[in-house]
Nanobody, 121 residues
């Protein structure tokens, strides 16, 4: 089970830190991703992280602004979001995949309920 937290309303240029708490065993064997879905748009990958944190992926629009990380001792995955823009407004979802790689992104099969991020201009 995945539970997201940390969403909210922030002004452009501000920061938020999302957290995803995972229950169950073998957390270290899962890769994790953050996805988002804006109104009227398809869900898209934002960032992904390997089990060891050595592999990280970011979609182009968030590079140098967002950082994905994980704490394997506390079964938590984070998304630090800095310099937020109005176009970052979306519901953000945490997802997991029992695999050694986060490719393909369509392989993510466990999802949280989502947390709303709203960035005002």
């Amino acid at each position: 089970q995945l539970v997201e937290s940390g969403g909210g309303l922030v002004q452009a240029g501000g920061s938020l830190r999302l957290a995803c708490s995972a229950s169950g065993e073998m957390f270290n064997s899962y890769v994790f991703g953050w996805f988002r879905q804006a109104p009227g748009k398809e869900r898209e990958i934002v960032a992904a992280i390997s089990w060891s944190s050595t592999g990280r992926y970011y979609t182009d629009s968030v590079k140098d602004r967002f950082t994905i990380s994980r704490d394997n001792r506390n079964n938590t995955v984070y998304l630090q979001m800095n310099n937020l823009k109005p176009e970052d407004t979306a519901v953000y979802y945490c997802a997991a995949h029992f695999s050694g790689t986060y490719y393909p992104f369509s392989g993510f099969d466990s999802w949280g309920q989502g947390t709303q991020v709203t960035v005002s201009s």
